[in-house]
Protein backbone atom coordinates (compact mmCIF):
# COMPACT_ATOMS: atom_id res chain seq x y z
CA UNK A 1 0.00 0.00 0.00
CA UNK A 2 2.95 2.42 0.26
CA UNK A 3 4.26 1.75 -3.12
CA UNK A 4 0.90 2.96 -4.51
CA UNK A 5 0.81 5.89 -2.18
CA UNK A 6 4.34 7.03 -3.19
CA UNK A 7 3.74 6.16 -6.71
CA UNK A 8 0.69 8.53 -6.93
CA UNK A 9 2.63 10.92 -4.48
CA UNK A 10 5.44 10.96 -7.65
CA UNK A 11 3.08 11.52 -10.42
CA UNK A 12 0.87 14.47 -9.03
CA UNK A 13 4.86 16.07 -8.29
CA UNK A 14 5.90 15.61 -11.44
CA UNK A 15 2.32 16.99 -12.79
CA UNK A 16 2.66 20.16 -10.46
CA UNK A 17 5.88 20.73 -11.17
CA UNK A 18 6.47 20.01 -14.92
CA UNK A 19 3.27 20.38 -16.41
CA UNK A 20 0.94 22.51 -14.99
CA UNK A 21 3.72 25.17 -14.88
CA UNK A 22 4.31 24.89 -19.05
CA UNK A 23 0.53 25.62 -19.84
CA UNK A 24 0.52 28.56 -17.39
CA UNK A 25 3.48 30.12 -19.07
CA UNK A 26 3.63 28.63 -22.37
CA UNK A 27 5.31 31.66 -23.68
CA UNK A 28 8.94 32.97 -24.08
CA UNK A 29 10.51 35.45 -21.74
CA UNK A 30 13.22 37.59 -22.18
CA UNK A 31 17.20 36.12 -21.35
CA UNK A 32 18.63 37.65 -18.57
CA UNK A 33 22.22 36.36 -19.54
CA UNK A 34 21.90 38.39 -23.03
CA UNK A 35 20.61 41.90 -21.71
CA UNK A 36 17.09 40.29 -22.48
CA UNK A 37 17.89 40.99 -26.62
CA UNK A 38 16.39 37.20 -27.24
CA UNK A 39 13.32 35.33 -26.34
CA UNK A 40 13.78 31.88 -24.35
CA UNK A 41 11.18 29.62 -24.50
CA UNK A 42 9.91 28.15 -21.14
CA UNK A 43 9.40 24.76 -22.44
CA UNK A 44 12.88 25.23 -23.27
CA UNK A 45 13.78 26.03 -19.21
CA UNK A 46 11.56 23.24 -18.17
CA UNK A 47 12.74 20.81 -20.31
CA UNK A 48 16.11 21.84 -19.20
CA UNK A 49 15.37 21.57 -15.33
CA UNK A 50 13.90 18.06 -16.11
CA UNK A 51 17.21 16.51 -17.39
CA UNK A 52 18.66 18.11 -14.17
CA UNK A 53 16.56 16.54 -12.09
CA UNK A 54 16.46 12.91 -13.67
CA UNK A 55 20.24 13.12 -14.09
CA UNK A 56 20.35 12.86 -10.46
CA UNK A 57 17.91 10.18 -9.69
CA UNK A 58 19.83 8.81 -12.64
CA UNK A 59 22.96 9.09 -10.76
CA UNK A 60 21.20 7.86 -7.31
CA UNK A 61 19.83 4.44 -9.27
CA UNK A 62 23.26 4.01 -10.32
CA UNK A 63 24.76 4.10 -6.79
CA UNK A 64 21.67 1.52 -5.94
CA UNK A 65 23.01 -1.04 -8.66
CA UNK A 66 26.49 -0.43 -7.26
CA UNK A 67 25.05 -0.95 -3.49
CA UNK A 68 23.12 -4.23 -4.85
CA UNK A 69 26.19 -5.77 -6.44
CA UNK A 70 28.25 -4.78 -3.26
CA UNK A 71 25.83 -6.76 -1.13
CA UNK A 72 25.71 -9.55 -3.25
CA UNK A 73 29.26 -9.83 -3.58
CA UNK A 74 29.59 -9.68 0.35
CA UNK A 75 26.34 -12.00 0.84
CA UNK A 76 28.18 -15.41 0.96
CA UNK A 77 25.44 -17.36 0.07
CA UNK A 78 23.03 -16.67 3.07
CA UNK A 79 19.51 -16.48 1.44
CA UNK A 80 18.41 -13.79 3.54
CA UNK A 81 21.46 -11.47 2.17
CA UNK A 82 21.41 -13.06 -1.15
CA UNK A 83 17.29 -11.85 -1.57
CA UNK A 84 17.95 -8.54 -0.13
CA UNK A 85 21.00 -7.77 -2.79
CA UNK A 86 18.10 -8.96 -5.83
CA UNK A 87 15.92 -7.05 -4.61
CA UNK A 88 17.94 -3.56 -4.41
CA UNK A 89 19.27 -4.73 -8.33
CA UNK A 90 15.95 -5.06 -9.53
CA UNK A 91 13.97 -2.38 -7.73
CA UNK A 92 17.37 -0.20 -9.51
CA UNK A 93 16.29 -1.47 -12.55
CA UNK A 94 12.88 -0.86 -12.23
CA UNK A 95 13.70 3.15 -10.82
CA UNK A 96 16.30 3.77 -13.91
CA UNK A 97 13.17 2.45 -16.76
CA UNK A 98 10.34 4.61 -14.45
CA UNK A 99 13.22 7.39 -15.36
CA UNK A 100 13.56 6.74 -18.75
CA UNK A 101 9.84 6.67 -19.23
CA UNK A 102 9.09 9.69 -17.61
CA UNK A 103 11.48 12.06 -19.45
CA UNK A 104 10.23 10.65 -22.91
CA UNK A 105 6.34 10.89 -21.75
CA UNK A 106 7.00 14.64 -20.39
CA UNK A 107 9.00 15.11 -23.27
CA UNK A 108 6.39 14.63 -25.48
CA UNK A 109 4.04 16.31 -23.80
CA UNK A 110 5.99 20.02 -23.51
CA UNK A 111 6.32 19.33 -27.45
CA UNK A 112 2.71 19.27 -27.85
CA UNK A 113 2.06 22.00 -25.46
CA UNK A 114 4.54 23.62 -27.23
CA UNK A 115 3.31 23.41 -30.22
CA UNK A 116 -0.17 23.82 -29.51
CA UNK A 117 0.50 27.21 -27.94
CA UNK A 118 2.15 28.21 -31.49
CA UNK A 119 5.82 28.76 -29.16
Known sequence: MKKKTFLIALIIINVV????PTLVFAQTLPNPITGGNDK???VTIMLRVMQIALA???????????LGGFEFLISAGNPERVKKA????VWATVGI???????TILKYIFEQVSKGFGA
Not at 17 to 20: G, N, S
Not at 58 to 64: C, E, G, W
Open 86 to 89: KDTL
Open 97 to 103: LVITLSY
Open 40 to 42: VDV
Open 56 to 66: VVDIFALFMFI
Open 17 to 20: IFIV
